[in-house]
């Protein structure tokens, strides 16, 4: 049963942009927050950004700080990951993942996960 999909990678050259989506079904616990997590080959997967599905409270890794902007719509279960001025070192696969957690910053914090989503970027 597919609780998280996540679409929307692609091939982009450096400053462009590129939009991510996550829906999700999960009706075995109330999600307190989801994030994204990117993984680039050969490395750990990291943590990208997370929002709260109630209040919205969001957080970024510094990295991507002024670039990315994660949003949710409660209406339609699905977040968002708007991301600008992209670079070659954002090159990874992108996961959502759905916590029902207050701590939400590493990926031992969350049950779900969707199946990633290749984002490549040219230089």
């Known amino acids: 049963q597919v609780q998280l999909v996540d679409s929307g990678g692609g091939l982009v050259q450096a400053g462009g942009s590129l939009r991510l989506s996550c829906v999700h079904s999960?009706?075995?616990?109330?999600?307190?927050?989801m994030g994204w997590f990117r993984q680039a080959p050969g490395k750990e997967r990291d943590f990208v950004a997370t929002?709260?599905?109630?209040?919205?409270?969001?957080d970024y890794a510094d990295s991507v700080k002024g670039r990315f902007t994660i949003v949710r719509d409660n209406a339609k279960n699905t977040v968002y990951l708007q991301m600008n001025s992209l670079k070659p070192e954002d090159t990874a696969v992108y996961y959502c993942?759905?916590?029902?957690?207050?701590?939400?910053?590493?990926?031992?914090?969350?049950?779900?996960w969707g199946q990633g989503t290749q984002v490549t970027v040219s230089s």
């Open positions: 993942a759905a916590t029902n957690t207050r701590t939400r910053f590493t990926e031992l914090d969350y049950a779900y």
């Open positions: 999960i009706r075995t616990f109330r999600v307190y927050a």
């Open positions: 929002i709260t599905w109630s209040g919205g409270i969001t």
